[in-house]
């Protein structure tokens, strides 16, 4: 059964920084991995998928990798502006399935 | 404008009660999902419906039921089988197992 992680819980940072969120998963079977951002009480906002014949997508400041035989993705937000602060989630499509298996965030704080 | 709406955006629902969420999305997606989303916990799949009149459960269907008797629509009755029901619900849609699109959400809470 897919599990997926994320680690740290919560990261606070001063605006500015270059910062890494980390994902990592059991099951390297994957058929994408995508990230998602969430605001207090919002839906989800699709930021970058990676399919697994992919290492790496970018998006603006955004750059997501995926390392299958390792089990982790990484999410790089270059230059953080407090309109970064929100809940990062990564979720997993195992091949065979149309499911996402969700980690449970990282909650991202920018300080001016 | 393309996208996925949900309504409402809050939902009260008394002891006993069925309530049914909608689902809404013109983008033309093949798929569509349920989520319920719990503090500190991911999001966990309910139903998901990959084509007009198909269905099947999640991780977490009991005491929800679905229908999809038109491609834009997915809606998810919360019936009073559902002993925990109070969470945000969040739906999504995809073109088959690529990139999925999510709503705004519906917040239940159980009075």
């Known amino acids: 059964k897919q599990e997926v992680t994320q680690i740290p819980a919560a990261l606070s940072v001063p605006e500015g920084e270059n910062l890494v969120l980390n994902c990592s998963f059991t099951?390297?079977?994957?058929?994408?991995l995508q990230w998602f951002r969430q605001d207090p009480g919002k839906g989800l906002t699709s930021l970058l998928l990676i399919q697994s014949s992919q290492r790496e997508q970018t998006s603006g400041r955004l750059n997501a990798s995926l390392d299958k035989s390792s089990g982790r993705s990484t999410l790089y937000i270059a230059a953080s502006q407090p309109g970064d602060s929100a809940t990062y989630l990564c979720?997993?499509?195992?091949?065979?399935?149309?499911?996402?298996?969700f980690g449970t965030g990282t909650r991202l704080l920018v300080s001016p | 404008d393309g996208g996925i709406t949900q309504s409402p955006k809050y939902l009260f629902r008394k002891e006993g009660q069925n309530v049914t969420l909608s689902c809404e999305q013109n983008?033309?997606?093949?798929?569509m999902y349920w989520y319920r989303q719990d503090p500190g916990q991911g999001l966990r799949l309910i139903y998901y419906?990959?084509?007009?009149?198909?269905?099947q459960k999640g991780d977490i269907a009991e005491g929800y039921s679905v229908s999809r008797e038109k491609k834009e629509s997915f809606p998810l009755t919360v019936t009073s089988a559902q002993k925990n029901p109070t969470a945000f619900y969040l739906c999504?849609?995809?073109?088959?197992?690529?990139?999925?699109?999510f709503g705004p959400g519906t917040r239940l809470t159980v009075l």
């Open positions: 099951d390297s079977a994957i058929y994408n």
């Open positions: 983008l033309n997606h093949d798929a």
């Open positions: 999504a849609s995809s073109i088959s197992v690529q990139e999925q699109f």
């Open positions: 979720a997993a499509m195992n091949t065979g399935f149309q499911k996402l298996v």
């Open positions: 419906s990959q084509i007009v009149n198909d269905f």
